[in-house]
């Protein structure tokens, strides 16, 4: 699973209402910004978070890119910078710009639990199950009672064919019933990660 930070408040989306209704005519190559009018205030960290998720939601895939580029520049310290970003590259398929942007997450955040998930998530889609373990690994080290890291690392295991601990770990997360639907689907999968350590 995909690890995400904790939805903004409700009255940033009243805002995000605003800013899209005043600035969703302008194309991200127009000189003018269409974040900064008159005497308000710069957005937010949240707020670009925020309306890059809509853009990307409703399929205005340059925009949304033009937001995260702006969350980028604008707030490196914020980790939805790095997250959201990844998660809407992931979206459009673009499993090796996510990673590429979880890496620069984790130079600004060494060790954060949440960029390490994600990160493994990515690598797994790609195919690249030594390196989604060894993220797994330390996302679970980070915080073993994570439910998400438990069943991520679990999965790893079991698709590596230690189904012993795949199904102690899935176990403290899942009944008894999805820990064996669990490990049934893993060994069916296996096979696509025979080669997952050549390079790609």
């Known amino acids: ?15 995000l209402g605003a800013l899209l209704s005043a600035g969703c005519t302008s194309t991200p ?15 937010s960290a949240e707020t670009l978070q925020l309306t890059a998720r809509v853009l990307a939601s409703k ?4 925009r949304a890119e033009f ?8 707030y490196p310290d914020f980790l939805g910078t790095y997250t959201e970003a990844a998660e809407i590259l992931l979206s459009n398929g673009r499993v090796k710009n996510a990673i590429s942007r979880l890496d620069r997450g984790l130079q ?6 949440v960029l390490l998930n994600n990160r493994g998530m990515c690598h797994l889609l790609d195919g690249r199950l030594t390196e989604a373990t060894g993220d797994f690994e330390a996302a679970y080290a980070c915080d073993p009672a994570d439910a998400d890291y438990v069943a991520n ?5 079991a698709l590596a064919g230690n189904e012993s601990e795949a199904a102690l770990l899935w176990g403290r997360v ?6 064996d639907r669990n490990l049934e689907i893993a060994r069916k999968s296996r096979p696509k990660f025979a080669n997952a350590s050549a390079p790609k």
């Open 174 to 179: 899942v009944s008894g019933s999805d820990v």
């Open 29 to 43: 190559d127009k000189d003018l910004d269409w974040f900064d009018g008159g005497d308000m205030k710069p957005a």
């Open 1 to 15: 699973m995909i690890h995400r930070q904790s939805r903004p408040m409700w009255t940033v989306t009243l805002l």
């Open 59 to 62: 399929g205005e895939t340059a």
């Open 153 to 157: 690392l679990a999965l790893v295991r």
């Open 67 to 74: 937001v995260l580029d702006r969350l980028q520049r604008d």
């Open 108 to 113: 600004q955040f060494p060790g954060n639990g």
